[in-house]
């Protein structure tokens, strides 16, 4: 077969005999470039049972994903996906990509303002489980916050207009790229401070659950939370999953692995870099995918959103991605070493599912570029609409903000401090 980093992803079958390969083999890991010390190999292939906590008598496994898709491809015989399916995932993705791409002119010309984060690399893992959900589930995401919002069916538009800081903004322009949060799309942020979402999205799962056993609702919402590398170095992190386990919630903990934070290698920081492996640890399945790939996130998204979903408690994904950009628009990149950001631009995700959707015969090659031109129209609509949608009145900056704007309580003339127009000009003595 033909020896290629791709391959891996297109023909999932093949996947052992490949790695067989010796010259194969090297190419072939997704981790040939984690630092100067490879990763123990056994974090791709691993297969064990972990013994059961003596309090629990549930079985808890850790696995890869080659061993789910493998008993899946066996069982059925079939491709992993359905032609709506496959257009479906790849419009979604190329969505993510065309909008981020976008984001970044727009933050070159001077139409955003703070940090930037792009999700460019990542895609295969906000397709790959937020496509999965129902409306009702719950995203809970990170500063790089933009792509989950869309692929949860935000509009391109709200999204945008958010970033130009704009009242179209599905916050009304008043939280901007970092805290996309949409009620109506349960989208629940965006959070700037790493971490910081893990427990709300806790906090949402537990809901669910309370619904449905207090009040007894037909409830089977699931939240997913996504978090960096880092970011699991971060004690919210463990207290979460705790909590998790303790009360068996309907919660799936996303890890994008993208093996930095910022500039820091996940390799230099980490006791453990096998984030899976805390998963056990707390109680509950930890899964090790090729986030680069999106059958193989989404065959494992279909394990644990349905596991929470029929009540049976969280899991702990990690997903072993790559991020194509710096890790803000204000980064210059110079970090990471040139032949590992090459090594991942030959695994691009939405290369390699366009591949696997054309070789195996789903659609055509002008039925994509059918779907990039309806979503690059799109992307061009929602950077005009933000344009010409009005900037919010300045009585809005505190709208939200608090609870009580009154709190700041009474000026010096007697009145309500925020009540004082030089207030919300920012020219008030306080
Ligand atoms: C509580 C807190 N500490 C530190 C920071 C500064 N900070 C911003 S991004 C980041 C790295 C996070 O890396 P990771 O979790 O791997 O996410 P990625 O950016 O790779 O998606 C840090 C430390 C922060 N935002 N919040
Ligand atoms: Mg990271």
């Given at each position: 077969m033909a020896c290629s980093a791709t391959a891996k992803i297109l023909q999932p079958l093949s996947i052992r005999s490949a790695e067989k390969s010796q010259s194969c083999s090297k190419m072939l890991s997704p981790s040939s470039f984690l630092g100067s010390t490879p990763l123990p190999k056994k974090l791709f292939s691993v297969n064990k049972t972990i013994s059961p906590l003596a309090r629990r008598s549930a079985t808890i496994v850790a696995v890869s994903s080659d061993v789910v898709k493998e008993k899946k491809l066996k069982s059925t015989q079939?491709?992993?996906?359905t032609k709506e399916e496959g257009l479906v995932l790849y419009e979604d993705m190329y969505l993510g990509r065309a909008f981020e791409d976008m984001c970044a002119q727009m933050y070159y010309r001077g139409k955003m303002f703070g940090f930037v984060h792009l999700y460019n690399g990542q895609e295969a893992v906000s397709t790959g489980f937020i496509k999965l959900l129902k409306k009702e589930d719950c995203v809970v995401s990170t500063y790089r916050d933009h792509v989950h919002a869309l692929s949860k069916g935000v509009p391109a538009r709200q999204v945008m207009s958010e970033l130009f800081g704009k009242t179209t903004g599905c916050c009304r322009g008043q939280g901007g790229s970092m805290h996309m949060f949409s009620k109506e799309h349960n989208v629940l942020g965006g959070f700037a401070f790493i971490g910081e979402g893990i427990p709300v999205a806790t906090g949402a799962a537990f809901t669910s659950k309370y619904k449905r056993e207090?009040?007894?609702?037909d409830c089977d919402e699931v939240t997913l939370a996504f978090f960096g590398d880092g970011t699991c170095n971060n004690g919210q992190f463990f207290e979460c999953l705790n909590m998790a386990t303790l009360w068996k919630l309907p919660i799936v903990f996303v890890?994008?692995?993208?093996?930095?934070?910022i500039g820091m290698s996940h390799l230099r920081s980490?006791?453990?870099?096998?984030?899976?492996?805390k998963g056990p640890a707390f109680g509950m399945p930890g899964v090790h995918v090729d986030g680069m790939d999106v059958l193989k996130v989404r065959e494992v998204a279909k394990e644990a959103v349905s596991r929470a979903r029929r009540g049976e408690g969280p899991t702990l994904v990690e997903c072993e991605t790559y991020r194509?950009?710096?890790?803000?628009?204000?980064?210059?990149?110079?970090?990471?070493d040139p032949a590992e950001k090459a090594h991942y631009a030959t695994r691009d995700p939405i290369t390699a599912l366009k591949k696997y959707v054309i070789e195996n015969k789903l659609a055509s090659e002008a039925e994509l570029k059918a779907i990039e031109k309806k979503i690059d129209e799109e992307v061009e609509e929602a950077v005009e609409f933000a344009d010409k949608s009005p900037v919010p009145e300045r009585?809005?900056?505190l709208e939200n903000v608090f609870a009580d704007p009154k709190g700041f309580g009474i000026g010096p003339d007697g009145k309500y401090r925020c009540e004082d127009p030089k207030f919300t000009q920012g020219t008030a003595q306080v």
């Open positions: 079939n491709l992993l996906i207090v009040f007894k609702e890890v994008e692995n993208n093996l930095w934070a980490t006791s453990d870099p096998q984030i899976w492996k194509f950009r710096g890790h803000s628009l204000a980064d210059p990149d110079e970090l990471r009585s809005q900056l």
